[in-house]
């Protein structure tokens, strides 16, 4: 093959036979994929859950991961955190001409240790070539197939006041990341992306019988935008406080010199969880045996039911209400 991708790598011939056994097969250990134009999955009885996103993250490789890694951690994530497991991934690449074929590799590389990781299968994908200037480089769909828990799940419903706000670790690590790896406005640091995914990890939480009543991850919009629509879709009043929030000193230091509020940096291997005040140290302990969560911290409550609102206690006592994120703070962050 040639070393960057052509549009006649798109046209369904010769030459995309040859990306597609290559790159994506040979990655993915799947020859059915690419026999049938549908897969056909083995599902427990019961509810399946379904999801489906779309990463055009800018830089494509950037410190702790790449376009390939977000995608995995960023599908399985949102499967994990509704309360189901996750089982099957589907991998859609816009490619744009000229790709060089050994960044397609490494990143299709990256894409399947992940899901190998996670442990969940690739089982189909589709693969377009635009012409030069129709893409930024490289575009991933991803949907991604889970069964409902029989047990162990989430119950939203059951939220009452003073259950406690965890986090699982520090707050804003991928924005700053992605931010950094961008160069455009000087910031120089060694932070690491927070891109994994968190199935394994949110699996022996809800193993552990503690009363979990909500779980997200705070991807874009942060921290705050996520507190928010709980808030507003169960009708609770929650309250954090700023000096509980996990906040890296390098996070900290970019945000004062930028203006960005860390609460609604971008998040891509963090989650939250609303749990019963009785339980919250079973779930600091199980988070705190994982390198993803060992910065998990309690960093607030809820105050009441009936009112959706979310409010933030400063370090001189008084309060403040929090807004979804307005406008735009870092576009292509995932």
């Known amino acids: 093959m040639e070393r960057k991708v052509t549009l006649a790598c798109g046209d369904g011939g010769e030459l995309a ?3 597609i056994q290559q790159v994506f097969v040979s990655a993915f250990q799947n020859q059915d994929a690419s026999r049938f134009d549908s897969a056909f999955l083995s599902l427990e009885s019961g ?25 995995v951690a960023g599908t399985v994530n949102d499967l994990s955190v509704a309360g189901s497991i996750p089982l099957y991934l589907t991998a859609g690449f816009i490619i744009e001409e000229g790709f060089p ?17 996670a442990g969940v299968r690739i089982v189909a994908g589709d693969t377009k070539v635009v012409e030069k200037g129709g893409a930024d480089g490289l575009y991933i769909n991803t949907t991604g197939i889970g069964v409902q828990r029989a047990e162990h799940a989430i119950r939203p419903g059951e939220m009452q006041e003073g259950d406690d706000v965890i986090i699982s670790g520090t707050v804003g690590d991928h924005g700053i990341a992605i931010l950094a790896a961008r160069g455009e406005l000087g910031l120089m640091t060694d932070l690491q992306s927070d891109c994994t995914p968190l199935n ?97 911290a309690v960093i607030g409550h809820i105050t009441g039911m009936g009112e959706g609102r979310l409010l933030l206690e400063t370090p001189l006592g008084s309060r403040r209400r929090l807004r979804r994120l307005s406008g735009m703070m870092l576009p292509r962050i995932c």
């Open 17 to 19: 036979h040859k990306l």
């Open 47 to 71: 509810k399946i859950a379904v999801t489906t996103d779309s990463f055009v993250v800018n830089p494509l490789f950037f410190p702790g991961g790449n376009i390939g890694k977000i995608a």
């Open 101 to 117: 074929l050994e960044d397609l590799r490494k990143i299709v590389r990256s894409l399947a240790e992940e899901a190998s990781a």
């Open 200 to 296: 394994h990890m949110i699996d022996k939480v809800l193993e552990s019988g503690a009363h979990v009543r909500m779980m997200r991850d705070p991807t874009r919009g942060g921290v705050a935008t996520t507190l928010v629509e709980i808030a507003e879709d169960f009708g609770a009043a929650i309250e954090i406080s700023e000096t509980a929030l996990p906040i890296r000193n390098e996070v900290m230091g970019a945000c004062d010199i930028l203006g960005f509020d860390p609460l609604y940096l971008a998040n891509e291997g963090k989650v939250i969880l609303i749990v019963a005040r009785n339980d919250r140290q079973r779930v600091l302990d199980v988070l705190r045996a994982f390198p993803e969560g060992r910065n998990a």
